[in-house]
């Protein structure tokens, strides 16, 4: 029997949860491309305080992807913009990812959506729908690449 997926907005009481995900996720299959500085610099963003006054200060929305007992898969985003998409590796490979894009887009309704993408990340995006739309920059220590996903009306 295929196992069940159940999303929704991310419970308050859950960030801890969700955030321990990102950590471990990027450490895995990220951090490897990065120097430590770019690696320290994405530790700070997520730190729980950080990124609870993103949520309280409605600068970030947050969805969840759960089975039965875990957290699996986390977005991050504004309107237009996805800050974090964090599938747990057991789980790559199964809709998770292009579900919680379709839950951002149905609840901000934007005409297109943006990410700037790790270097591991960017054939996923592709395969996502998203665009390169610039060569890779590092900014605020981050290195990325910006893309782009035209909302089809």
Not at 1 to 28: H, N, P, S, T
Not at 96 to 121: C, D, G, K, W
Not at 125 to 137: A, C, M, Q, S, T
């Amino acid at each position: 029997m295929d196992e069940q997926f159940i999303y929704g907005e991310l419970k308050a009481e859950r960030l801890l949860e969700a955030l321990v995900l990102v950590r471990e996720v990027f450490l895995e299959y990220e951090a490897p491309d990065y120097f430590d500085e770019e690696v320290q610099e994405f530790m700070r963003f997520i730190e729980p305080k950080a990124v609870q006054k993103m949520l309280s200060d409605n600068v970030m929305r947050m969805w969840t992807c759960e089975n039965s007992s875990n957290i699996i898969g986390v977005m991050g985003a504004r309107s237009d913009h996805i800050y974090l998409l964090f599938v747990n590796g057991n789980y790559h490979r199964k809709g998770i990812a292009r579900q919680l894009l379709n839950m951002m887009i149905e609840h901000f309704n934007p005409s297109f959506v943006t990410v700037n993408s790790s270097p591991y990340a960017v054939e996923v995006y592709r395969k996502l729908g998203f665009v390169d739309i610039d060569k890779e920059k590092i900014v605020n220590g981050i290195r990325f690449v910006p893309m782009n996903f035209s909302i089809q009306s």
